[in-house]
Protein backbone atom coordinates (compact mmCIF):
# COMPACT_ATOMS: atom_id res chain seq x y z
CA UNK A 1 0.00 0.00 0.00
CA UNK A 2 1.36 3.26 -1.04
CA UNK A 3 1.16 6.26 1.39
CA UNK A 4 0.07 9.12 0.26
CA UNK A 5 -0.57 13.28 1.56
CA UNK A 6 -3.88 14.57 0.03
CA UNK A 7 -3.40 18.73 0.05
CA UNK A 8 -6.64 20.58 -0.73
CA UNK A 9 -6.02 23.98 -3.06
CA UNK A 10 -2.91 23.06 -4.30
CA UNK A 11 -3.21 25.18 -7.78
CA UNK A 12 -1.49 28.33 -6.22
CA UNK A 13 -0.64 30.24 -2.99
CA UNK A 14 -0.01 28.53 0.11
CA UNK A 15 -1.54 24.85 -1.07
CA UNK A 16 1.08 24.64 -3.61
CA UNK A 17 4.16 25.63 -1.65
CA UNK A 18 2.66 22.91 0.95
CA UNK A 19 2.46 20.40 -1.90
CA UNK A 20 6.11 21.57 -3.35
CA UNK A 21 7.48 21.52 0.74
CA UNK A 22 6.38 17.54 0.98
CA UNK A 23 7.39 16.61 -2.52
CA UNK A 24 10.94 17.48 -1.78
CA UNK A 25 10.96 15.31 1.27
CA UNK A 26 9.64 12.40 -1.10
CA UNK A 27 6.19 12.08 -0.33
CA UNK A 28 3.42 11.24 -2.69
CA UNK A 29 0.79 13.44 -3.03
CA UNK A 30 -3.40 14.11 -3.97
CA UNK A 31 -3.61 17.43 -4.71
CA UNK A 32 -7.16 18.86 -6.24
CA UNK A 33 -8.35 22.37 -6.78
CA UNK A 34 -11.79 23.18 -8.34
CA UNK A 35 -10.90 25.61 -11.34
CA UNK A 36 -7.46 26.25 -12.16
CA UNK A 37 -6.95 23.07 -14.19
CA UNK A 38 -3.90 24.51 -15.91
CA UNK A 39 -2.46 25.64 -12.04
CA UNK A 40 -3.53 22.31 -11.03
CA UNK A 41 -1.03 20.38 -13.80
CA UNK A 42 1.85 22.87 -13.58
CA UNK A 43 2.34 21.78 -9.67
CA UNK A 44 1.93 18.39 -10.49
CA UNK A 45 4.56 18.72 -13.26
CA UNK A 46 6.95 19.88 -10.17
CA UNK A 47 5.92 17.77 -8.15
CA UNK A 48 7.02 15.08 -9.94
CA UNK A 49 10.46 16.56 -10.61
CA UNK A 50 10.78 15.56 -7.38
CA UNK A 51 10.56 11.65 -8.38
CA UNK A 52 7.48 11.02 -6.41
CA UNK A 53 3.56 10.14 -7.20
CA UNK A 54 1.38 12.77 -8.12
CA UNK A 55 -2.44 12.35 -8.95
CA UNK A 56 -4.44 15.60 -9.57
CA UNK A 57 -8.16 16.18 -9.23
CA UNK A 58 -10.14 18.99 -10.49
CA UNK A 59 -12.95 19.47 -8.09
CA UNK A 60 -14.74 21.57 -5.27
CA UNK A 61 -14.17 19.67 -1.70
CA UNK A 62 -17.98 21.26 -0.93
CA UNK A 63 -19.10 18.45 -3.34
CA UNK A 64 -18.73 15.51 -0.89
CA UNK A 65 -19.93 12.83 -4.16
CA UNK A 66 -17.26 14.34 -6.28
CA UNK A 67 -14.59 13.54 -3.75
CA UNK A 68 -16.35 10.09 -2.76
CA UNK A 69 -15.68 9.27 -6.20
CA UNK A 70 -12.12 10.26 -6.18
CA UNK A 71 -11.85 8.36 -3.13
CA UNK A 72 -13.12 5.07 -5.37
CA UNK A 73 -10.28 5.68 -7.98
CA UNK A 74 -7.81 5.77 -5.24
CA UNK A 75 -8.95 2.43 -3.55
CA UNK A 76 -8.70 0.39 -6.36
CA UNK A 77 -4.95 1.90 -6.73
CA UNK A 78 -4.44 0.30 -2.94
CA UNK A 79 -3.76 4.07 -1.69
CA UNK A 80 -3.33 5.16 1.90
CA UNK A 81 -3.91 8.59 2.38
CA UNK A 82 -1.83 9.16 5.66
CA UNK A 83 -1.91 12.75 6.05
CA UNK A 84 -5.15 15.17 5.00
CA UNK A 85 -4.45 18.80 4.84
CA UNK A 86 -7.25 20.76 4.55
CA UNK A 87 -5.91 24.38 2.42
CA UNK A 88 -8.63 25.01 0.00
CA UNK A 89 -10.60 28.24 0.67
CA UNK A 90 -12.09 31.51 -0.15
CA UNK A 91 -12.45 34.98 1.11
CA UNK A 92 -15.50 37.34 0.68
CA UNK A 93 -15.15 41.05 2.10
CA UNK A 94 -18.10 43.12 2.56
CA UNK A 95 -20.90 43.74 5.07
CA UNK A 96 -22.59 40.67 6.54
CA UNK A 97 -26.33 42.81 5.90
CA UNK A 98 -25.21 42.91 1.80
CA UNK A 99 -24.04 39.65 1.89
CA UNK A 100 -26.41 37.13 -0.14
CA UNK A 101 -27.31 33.45 1.01
CA UNK A 102 -25.80 32.28 -1.83
CA UNK A 103 -21.98 33.47 -0.86
CA UNK A 104 -23.25 32.71 2.76
CA UNK A 105 -23.75 29.07 1.57
CA UNK A 106 -20.73 28.83 -0.73
CA UNK A 107 -18.39 30.22 1.33
CA UNK A 108 -19.57 27.95 4.64
CA UNK A 109 -19.37 25.06 2.27
CA UNK A 110 -16.33 25.44 0.63
CA UNK A 111 -13.95 26.66 3.63
CA UNK A 112 -15.91 24.58 6.78
CA UNK A 113 -18.41 21.92 5.57
CA UNK A 114 -15.42 20.86 2.78
CA UNK A 115 -13.26 19.67 6.18
CA UNK A 116 -16.42 17.24 7.29
CA UNK A 117 -16.25 16.16 3.79
CA UNK A 118 -12.87 15.38 3.73
CA UNK A 119 -12.33 13.92 7.33
CA UNK A 120 -15.99 11.35 6.78
CA UNK A 121 -14.17 10.06 3.82
CA UNK A 122 -10.65 9.72 5.10
CA UNK A 123 -10.47 9.08 8.76
CA UNK A 124 -11.60 5.28 8.77
CA UNK A 125 -8.65 3.83 7.01
CA UNK A 126 -6.65 5.97 9.89
CA UNK A 127 -8.51 4.86 12.03
CA UNK A 128 -7.82 1.06 10.64
CA UNK A 129 -4.02 2.08 10.53
CA UNK A 130 -4.05 3.09 13.73
CA UNK A 131 -2.25 6.43 12.53
CA UNK A 132 -2.73 9.05 10.83
CA UNK A 133 -2.85 13.23 10.81
CA UNK A 134 -4.82 16.01 10.02
CA UNK A 135 -3.88 19.98 9.48
CA UNK A 136 -6.60 22.40 8.68
CA UNK A 137 -5.54 25.79 7.30
CA UNK A 138 -6.97 28.60 9.20
CA UNK A 139 -6.83 32.02 9.74
CA UNK A 140 -6.12 34.73 12.58
CA UNK A 141 -10.37 35.95 11.73
CA UNK A 142 -11.33 32.48 13.11
CA UNK A 143 -9.76 33.25 16.22
CA UNK A 144 -10.67 36.73 16.48
CA UNK A 145 -13.25 37.91 14.21
CA UNK A 146 -12.82 40.56 11.37
CA UNK A 147 -14.93 42.88 10.43
CA UNK A 148 -16.68 42.93 7.47
CA UNK A 149 -15.21 39.37 7.01
CA UNK A 150 -18.45 37.72 9.13
CA UNK A 151 -18.62 34.60 7.01
CA UNK A 152 -14.95 33.87 6.69
CA UNK A 153 -14.43 34.38 10.82
CA UNK A 154 -17.67 32.12 11.06
CA UNK A 155 -16.03 29.36 8.84
CA UNK A 156 -12.61 29.59 10.24
CA UNK A 157 -14.28 29.51 13.53
CA UNK A 158 -16.44 26.64 13.22
CA UNK A 159 -12.68 25.05 11.35
CA UNK A 160 -11.32 26.12 14.55
CA UNK A 161 -13.71 24.27 17.01
CA UNK A 162 -13.76 21.25 14.48
CA UNK A 163 -9.97 20.55 14.97
CA UNK A 164 -10.05 20.59 18.66
CA UNK A 165 -13.60 18.38 18.78
CA UNK A 166 -11.85 15.77 16.26
CA UNK A 167 -8.37 15.82 17.86
CA UNK A 168 -10.45 14.56 21.31
CA UNK A 169 -12.19 12.11 19.43
CA UNK A 170 -9.11 10.67 17.31
CA UNK A 171 -6.23 10.44 19.75
CA UNK A 172 -7.25 7.47 21.12
CA UNK A 173 -6.95 6.08 17.35
CA UNK A 174 -3.37 7.50 17.14
CA UNK A 175 -4.62 10.53 15.05
CA UNK A 176 -3.58 13.99 15.61
CA UNK A 177 -5.47 17.06 14.59
CA UNK A 178 -4.22 20.73 14.49
CA UNK A 179 -4.78 23.83 12.65
CA UNK A 180 -2.62 26.52 11.76
CA UNK A 181 -4.01 30.18 12.02
CA UNK A 182 -2.25 32.04 9.31
CA UNK A 183 -2.11 36.05 9.71
CA UNK A 184 -1.11 38.11 6.56
CA UNK A 185 0.35 35.75 3.79
CA UNK A 186 1.19 37.14 0.59
CA UNK A 187 -1.24 35.27 -2.04
CA UNK A 188 -3.68 35.98 -4.07
CA UNK A 189 -6.47 36.03 -1.73
CA UNK A 190 -5.34 39.28 -1.01
CA UNK A 191 -4.51 40.43 -4.24
CA UNK A 192 -8.13 42.94 -3.92
CA UNK A 193 -5.45 44.89 -2.05
CA UNK A 194 -3.62 48.17 -3.97
CA UNK A 195 -0.16 49.10 -3.04
CA UNK A 196 -0.78 51.56 -0.60
CA UNK A 197 -3.07 49.22 1.05
CA UNK A 198 -0.67 46.29 1.20
CA UNK A 199 1.66 49.11 3.13
CA UNK A 200 -0.85 49.92 5.74
CA UNK A 201 -1.16 46.84 6.53
CA UNK A 202 2.39 45.75 6.62
CA UNK A 203 2.48 48.74 9.00
CA UNK A 204 0.28 46.84 11.65
CA UNK A 205 2.10 43.94 11.77
CA UNK A 206 4.81 43.45 14.14
CA UNK A 207 7.25 41.74 11.61
CA UNK A 208 6.78 44.82 9.55
CA UNK A 209 5.77 41.85 6.30
CA UNK A 210 3.02 39.83 5.14
CA UNK A 211 4.27 35.69 5.98
CA UNK A 212 5.36 33.51 2.84
CA UNK A 213 3.58 30.69 1.53
CA UNK A 214 6.80 29.21 1.91
CA UNK A 215 6.50 30.17 5.71
CA UNK A 216 3.71 28.66 6.18
CA UNK A 217 4.43 24.83 4.46
CA UNK A 218 7.81 24.71 6.50
CA UNK A 219 5.48 24.65 9.37
CA UNK A 220 2.72 22.68 8.12
CA UNK A 221 5.65 20.40 7.42
CA UNK A 222 6.78 20.43 11.18
CA UNK A 223 3.31 19.79 12.40
CA UNK A 224 3.23 16.70 10.08
CA UNK A 225 6.37 15.86 11.72
CA UNK A 226 5.91 16.50 15.23
CA UNK A 227 5.03 13.44 17.89
CA UNK A 228 1.49 12.50 17.67
CA UNK A 229 0.92 14.38 21.30
CA UNK A 230 1.06 17.54 19.53
CA UNK A 231 -2.81 17.68 18.64
CA UNK A 232 -6.20 19.75 18.99
CA UNK A 233 -4.08 22.93 18.80
CA UNK A 234 -4.69 26.37 16.61
CA UNK A 235 -1.28 27.37 15.94
CA UNK A 236 -1.16 31.19 14.90
CA UNK A 237 1.68 32.02 12.29
CA UNK A 238 1.20 36.15 11.85
CA UNK A 239 4.27 38.14 12.96
CA UNK A 240 2.78 38.83 15.56
CA UNK A 241 0.27 40.74 14.30
CA UNK A 242 -3.19 39.70 16.83
P1 LIG B 1 -5.44 31.30 -2.94
O1 LIG B 1 -4.14 31.73 -3.50
O2 LIG B 1 -6.69 31.98 -3.38
O3 LIG B 1 -5.58 29.72 -3.19
C1 LIG B 1 -6.76 29.05 -2.81
C2 LIG B 1 -6.70 27.62 -3.32
O4 LIG B 1 -7.92 26.96 -2.97
C3 LIG B 1 -6.59 27.56 -4.84
O5 LIG B 1 -5.81 26.44 -5.21
C4 LIG B 1 -8.03 27.34 -5.26
O6 LIG B 1 -8.10 26.75 -6.56
C5 LIG B 1 -8.50 26.40 -4.15
N1 LIG B 1 -9.95 26.32 -4.01
C6 LIG B 1 -10.82 27.34 -3.84
N2 LIG B 1 -12.07 26.87 -3.77
C7 LIG B 1 -11.98 25.52 -3.90
C8 LIG B 1 -12.92 24.47 -3.91
N3 LIG B 1 -14.23 24.69 -3.79
N4 LIG B 1 -12.48 23.19 -4.04
C9 LIG B 1 -11.16 22.93 -4.19
N5 LIG B 1 -10.22 23.89 -4.19
C10 LIG B 1 -10.63 25.17 -4.04
O7 LIG B 1 -5.44 31.43 -1.37
P2 LIG B 1 -4.31 31.15 -0.27
O8 LIG B 1 -3.95 32.45 0.32
O9 LIG B 1 -3.27 30.25 -0.77
O10 LIG B 1 -5.21 30.41 0.82
C11 LIG B 1 -5.07 29.05 1.19
C12 LIG B 1 -5.74 28.86 2.54
O11 LIG B 1 -5.09 29.70 3.50
C13 LIG B 1 -7.22 29.24 2.56
O12 LIG B 1 -7.95 28.31 3.31
C14 LIG B 1 -7.21 30.59 3.25
O13 LIG B 1 -8.43 30.85 3.92
C15 LIG B 1 -6.07 30.42 4.22
N6 LIG B 1 -5.54 31.69 4.70
C16 LIG B 1 -4.94 32.56 3.81
C17 LIG B 1 -4.48 33.79 4.29
C18 LIG B 1 -3.83 34.79 3.38
O14 LIG B 1 -3.58 35.92 3.85
N7 LIG B 1 -3.51 34.48 2.14
C19 LIG B 1 -4.62 34.12 5.64
C20 LIG B 1 -5.21 33.21 6.50
C21 LIG B 1 -5.66 31.99 6.01
P3 LIG B 1 -9.34 26.98 -7.54
O15 LIG B 1 -9.63 28.42 -7.56
O16 LIG B 1 -8.87 26.41 -8.83
O17 LIG B 1 -10.42 26.14 -6.97
Known sequence: MDKYIFISGASRGIGR????KFASFGH?????????????TDTMEEIKKFNVKCRAFTLSVADFNSLESMKETLHNE???????????????????????VEDWNNIININLSSIF????????????????????????????GASCEVAYSASKGGMNSFTKALAKELAPCGINVNAIACGAIDTSMNSRLDEDEKQALCDEIPAGRMGTSAEVAELVYSVFKSDKYLTGQIITMDGGWT
Do not use: H, P
Request: net charge negative; proline share 0%.
Open 17 to 20: AIAL
Open 28 to 40: NLIIVSSNSEKDL
Open 78 to 100: DIFVECVINNAGISYFGLLQDMS
Open 117 to 144: NTSKLFINDMIKQKCGSIINISSVWGNI
